[in-house]
């Protein structure tokens, strides 16, 4: 994912709800937070191939964020 997508995809974190993604399991986690993303930004194939990956790397950071 280019920096400009990669911004966005850190704006729309920061809108979702943290209470339907803190307890869900990382299948969960990944799938609804992957469509939400490609929803608003349309994503290419690789893009969303770069995006659940980054997403399995990054759960904690992405949950202490949504947390704090």
């Known amino acids: 994912m280019n920096a400009s997508k990669l911004r966005a995809f850190w704006s729309l974190i920061l809108q979702a709800s943290p209470d339907s993604l803190s307890n869900a ?32 790397a990054k759960r904690h950071l992405i949950l202490d964020v949504l947390i704090a």
């Open 25 to 56: 399991s990382e299948a969960v986690f990944i799938s609804q937070l992957s469509t939400y993303v490609n929803d608003n930004l349309c994503l290419t194939a690789n893009e969303q191939t770069d995006l659940v990956a980054y997403l399995r």
